[in-house]
């Protein structure tokens, strides 16, 4: 079973291309843009016609409200909205199964539904709130939360961290700054912390307070270390 939980920051539509997404964290550090993956989250909930009321300017509570007045099966219906001003709106159908709800911040939404209890979205809301770091480590911040927390109520299988940003995929490719998943394993969050861990150790930036000088003594050791390896010659 997967336990699953999102937290969406503010959304920035792009009015002359409503269909693109713009997702600006908190500390407006950086920029990813959301395309499909928006769209497949949001399309119960016309999704499409949500990005463009956005882009015309209503406020997220007004656009959740008009998509679920339009929409006869609204009690089946979760879905969670921040506008370009980083209010934001949350829906949970009272047809959902328990637990369900969600909760709303300053800049981002958060819900879930066949949850364990009724603490689990809070505390995924205030880790994201108070974590450190960029989006991705406090998106896995939230997760761990709601998953210490108890989770979905069905029990563990899955996790993933999707983040995306223009051209900050491998080599500057692709948007896929984080893509991340876990499908089969007892503690998938855990699992995924430690993918994360790896993936920013080959593909991103050494921290300025760990980088060291190279003076000519720590090159030879480096030469003698790959050496010893069979990397140098």
């Not at 928006?38 to 949500?50: F, I, N, P, T, Y």
Request: contains cysteine; neutral net charge.
């Amino acid at each position: 079973r997967v336990f699953r939980v999102v937290v969406v920051e503010a959304l920035q539509v792009d009015t002359e291309q409503p269909d693109t997404v713009y997702k600006v964290d908190s500390s407006l550090e950086e920029v990813s843009m959301l395309q499909d993956a928006v769209r497949k989250a949001l399309k119960r909930a016309d999704g499409k016609d949500g990005l463009k009321m956005l882009a015309r300017g209503m406020s997220a509570q007004e656009v959740v409200n008009r998509l679920t007045s339009d929409d006869e099966q609204r009690e089946q219906r979760q879905l969670g909205l921040v506008d370009r001003m980083g209010n934001a709106a949350t829906f949970t159908g009272s047809g959902c199964y328990d637990w369900a709800g969600g909760v709303t911040g300053a800049g981002f939404a958060a819900q879930g539904n066949i949850l364990a209890n009724d603490q689990v979205v809070p505390a995924m809301a205030q880790a994201f709130e108070t974590a450190k770091g960029d989006l991705a480590a406090r998106l896995l911040a939230a997760l761990s939360a709601g998953d210490d927390m108890g989770g979905d109520k069905r029990g563990r299988q899955g996790a993933a961290l999707f983040v995306v940003k223009p051209n900050a995929g491998y080599g500057g490719h692709t948007d896929r700054y984080i893509d991340l998943r876990v499908d089969d394993h007892g503690q998938p969050v855990r699992e995924l912390a430690r993918l994360l861990t790896l993936h920013r150790l080959y593909f991103g930036q050494t921290p300025v307070h760990e980088k060291i000088a190279l003076t000519s003594a720590l090159v030879r050791e480096l030469q003698q270390a790959a050496q010893r390896h069979g990397m140098y010659r």
